[in-house]
T-cell receptor
Framework: SQTIHQWPATLVQPVGSPLSLECTVEGTSNPNLYWYRQAAGRGLQLLFYSVGIGQISSEVPQNLSASRPQDRQFILSSKKLLLSDSGFYLC????????????FGQGTRLTVV | GENVEQHPSTLSVQEGDSAVIKCTYSDSASNYFPWYKQELGKRPQLIIDIRSNVGEKKDQRIAVTLNKTAKHFSLHITETQPEDSAVYFCAASKGGFKTIFGAGTRLFVKA
């Protein structure tokens, strides 16, 4: 069966520090991969999506970047965090074959202090 | 760009009453419309979905309707229970390529 792993679950980082969140998917190949951010009490904002290795599309201009070094690995990064980067980050994958349900990772709660 | 609008942002109902959440989408090429439920501090999980070739789908107390012409779709929850309290998200996608979510509806079911 397919599973998605996202870590860490919680992170507290000082302003100006770097960030690296990792997401891996097991049990499927060629998934579409996504990073979403959810501010407190708000909706799911699409940050990045990827349809293949090295293929990244950015939805909003921001302080973050994403990379897909392997088929089932998706990384969210920042060189210098801002206070406004705080939020709940969710990785998700969608099967390219079915093109239907999005499966989410457990999420990372990032607090920038 | 693509956009999904969701209303209301907050909904409070009495246990046993019905709840309706409405969404509109902008991209007429969207063909898949899922609904997700997110409990506090947890990941969103799919509760029901509908494809563009279907007008209505029902699963026990939950139903979804789709009006392609108007680009509207709605979630209906009947006989609400306290455990239905959560945040509900609608979404639209084209074959799962880029799933765009609504802003969410926080549903409170009062016992």
């Amino acid at each position: 069966s397919q599973t998605i792993h996202q870590w860490p679950a919680t992170l507290v980082q000082p302003v100006g520090s770097p960030l690296s969140l990792e997401c891996t998917v097991e049990g499927t190949s060629n998934p579409n991969l996504y990073w979403y951010r959810q501010a407190a009490g708000r909706g799911l904002q699409l940050l990045f999506y990827s349809v293949g290795i090295g293929q990244i599309s950015s939805e909003v201009p921001q302080n973050l970047s994403a990379s897909r070094p392997q088929d089932r690995q998706f990384i969210l990064s920042s060189k210098k965090l801002l206070l406004s980067d705080s939020g709940f980050y969710l990785c998700a994958w969608v099967s390219r074959e079915s093109g239907t349900e999005a499966f989410f990772g457990q999420g990372t709660r990032l607090t920038v202090v | 760009g693509e956009n999904v609008e969701q209303h209301p942002s907050t909904l409070s109902v009495q246990e046993g009453d019905s709840a309706v959440i409405k969404c509109t989408y902008s991209d007429s090429a969207s063909n898949y419309f899922p609904w997700y439920k997110q409990e506090l501090g947890k990941r969103p999980q799919l509760i029901i979905d509908i494809r563009s070739n279907v007008g209505e789908k029902k699963d026990q107390r939950i139903a979804v309707t789709l009006n392609k012409t108007a680009k509207h779709f709605s979630l209906h929850i009947t006989e609400t229970q306290p455990e239905d309290s959560a945040v509900y998200f609608c979404a639209a996608s084209k074959g799962g390529f880029k799933t765009i979510f609504g802003a969410g509806t926080r549903l409170f079911v009062k016992a």
